[in-house]
């Protein structure tokens, strides 16, 4: 099958498109056709080298981890999917990934994907909105009336995490540049804050939840500041040392999200009742992922990269 994978860590000309070996399923396990996969940030992290002392990787690694497609075989204890059912999937980070023909995975983490959506849209959604989905509610506990703080906005997690927290009830305010601010608006944020022009520290206080969707720039420390007593800081890439977060009686957690086939019927459950939107930024075929990573790493893009596998209106 033709994928895009690495053969050693390192920048990315460590990509190649080629062929690999179809994936074989075990009795408990479902064999996609992929018809789209995200691009996401954790990508280029793992080609650096991100996992690379845990051992949990066999090169070569495809690289990807959530997708939309058509379940072409199931094992033999399967039986609540079936072939030929559309569905979508985030798969473990620890596994082979899912920009390739083929990927196979366990089904209790297969949902099916929205009626709504495209192949292409459905794919831009399972690792990134579940993040914000997990982070918000099983690490943030959001009620309605907290006031929250979602850096980077307008990013792929960013963006789904604003639209989540607007229906959890929170008050959100979002960081971005000027240029996306109409998008993080438009998104539903409440308030929004230029980082390139501001110091967030000094325009909020007092927040319930600080959700740092990015890492760099020291945000998450210079966050605490900003966080009530007993409220909740959580990150999806940089660490802060137990004393700075625990004297200041803060809830930290640098967050890995979980597959989850129940988060997945609940992100469904958002889009089809039009709670959630998703955003586009570009798609790219197979033969381009190199430079779909190239995208994702210049922190440019406006919502999810989406590389179309298969051409849907063939289908």
Do not use: C
């Amino acid at each position: 099958m033709k994928a895009a994978y690495i053969k050693q860590y390192g920048a990315v000309d460590n990509l190649v498109v080629g062929q690999l070996s179809k994936p074989s399923i075990s009795e408990t396990q479902v064999l996609i056709k992929v018809v789209a996969a995200g691009v996401n940030p954790v990508d280029f992290h793992i080609r650096n080298g991100m996992l690379q002392d845990t051992g949990t990787h066999k090169l070569p690694l495809v690289i990807g981890w959530d997708a939309s497609g058509i379940i072409e075989e199931i094992g033999s204890q399967v039986t609540d999917l079936s072939i030929g059912d559309e569905v979508y999937v985030y798969t473990p980070l620890t596994e082979q990934g899912t920009q390739a023909e083929y990927v196979a995975v366990n089904a209790n983490i297969v949902a099916h994907k929205p009626n709504a959506l495209t192949y292409i849209q459905s794919a831009a959604v399972p690792l990134a909105a579940l993040t914000a989905l997990q982070a918000l509610t099983d690490e943030g506990q959001v009620k309605a009336g907290n006031k929250v703080l979602i850096h980077n906005g307008a990013g792929g997690v960013g963006s789904f995490a604003i639209q989540i927290a607007k229906h959890l009830g929170a008050y959100v305010i979002a960081t971005g540049s000027e240029a996306k601010k109409d998008f993080i608006m438009q998104l539903g944020a409440d308030e929004f804050i230029d980082y390139k022009q501001d110091n967030f520290e000094q325009k909020v206080s007092n927040v319930d939840l600080v959700f740092a969707a990015v890492g760099g720039n020291n945000i998450v420390e210079r966050s605490l500041d900003i966080i009530k007593e007993n409220g909740r800081l959580i990150s999806v890439l940089d660490e802060i040392s137990v004393e700075k977060y625990e004297n200041k009686n803060i809830h930290f957690n640098r967050m890995l999200v979980n597959p989850s086939r129940e988060g997945l019927r609940k992100l469904t459950d958002l889009i089809e009742n039009k709670e959630i939107k998703i955003t586009i930024d570009s798609v790219f075929s197979l033969d381009e992922a190199k430079q779909a990573m190239v995208r994702s790493e210049s922190a440019r893009a406006t919502g999810k990269i989406v590389i179309e596998v298969i051409d849907e209106n063939l289908l």
